[in-house]
């Protein structure tokens, strides 16, 4: 069946460094969604990707979809400690099924 | 605009007993779809609905089973409860379109 993998799977950085996850799916995805969880909280979505090689920023976020439509990578620039939590990809096949990712989950030390 | 809600938000369950789930998902949303995420991993797919039909359908056995009302309000029923089914259950609602969804705050059940 389809997997999703992200690496890395925990990340602690000091303030003001960069983030980047990246996400690995099994099979080729018509879409991809990001999304942040807090600790003790629910995922929030972050993004849709749809197209190939499509790159989208939120403020210091950048998103981007891999060529062939199976990789995905979410980067932050100049972390804030209010970045903190996992930040999951999500794919979907084409199906009505988002397949969720491992997730990352990341530190900031201030 | 009230978000998707969720209730309970804990439960306590023993081993062998029956357990139901609610949903409302936000207004005009006609998907529902449930998750369920063990600690530490990511949300795991159970179903999804959409105007009151089954979409789809996770990798989940037959105990687990669900269905969406009229009002587009949705239960997750789980029998014969077993200790590995202790997790967060998520119900997210959608639209159709690159909106994402959105997650209610979960249900935290326990089997003991």
């Known amino acids: 069946g389809q997997q999703v993998m992200q690496i890395p799977q925990y990340q602690h950085v000091q303030e003001g460094e960069d983030f980047t996850t990246y996400c690995n799916s099994s099979?080729?995805?018509?879409?991809i969604q990001w999304y942040k969880q807090r600790p003790g909280g629910h995922p929030v979505f972050l993004i849709q990707?749809?197209?190939?090689?499509e790159v989208k920023k939120q403020k210091r976020l950048t998103f981007q979809f891999g060529e062939a439509k199976k990789n995905s990578s979410l980067h932050i620039t100049a972390t804030q400690t209010t970045d903190v939590g996992t930040y999951f990809c999500?794919?979907?096949?084409?199906?009505?099924?988002?397949?969720f990712g491992t997730g990352t989950r990341l530190k900031v030390l201030a | 605009d009230a978000g998707v809600t969720q209730s309970p938000t804990h439960l306590i369950k023993t081993r062998g007993q029956q357990v139901t789930l609610r949903c409302s998902p936000i207004?005009?949303?006609?998907?529902v779809s449930w998750y369920q995420q063990v600690l530490g991993q990511g949300p795991q797919f159970i179903f999804q609905?959409?105007?009151?039909?089954?979409?789809g359908r996770g990798n989940f056995p037959d105990r687990f089973s669900a269905r969406q009302f009229p009002n587009y309000s949705s239960e997750l029923n789980v029998n014969a409860l077993l200790l590995g089914d202790s997790a967060l259950y998520l119900c997210?609602?959608?639209?159709?379109?690159?909106?994402?969804?959105?997650f209610g705050s979960g249900t935290r059940l326990t089997v003991v």
């Open positions: 997210a609602s959608s639209l159709t379109g690159p909106y994402g969804y959105t």
């Open positions: 099979t080729t995805l018509s879409n």
């Open positions: 990707l749809v197209k190939s090689g």
């Open positions: 999500a794919g979907t096949s084409g199906t009505y099924k988002y397949i």
């Open positions: 207004s005009g949303h006609k998907s």
């Open positions: 609905y959409y105007e009151k039909e089954e979409r």
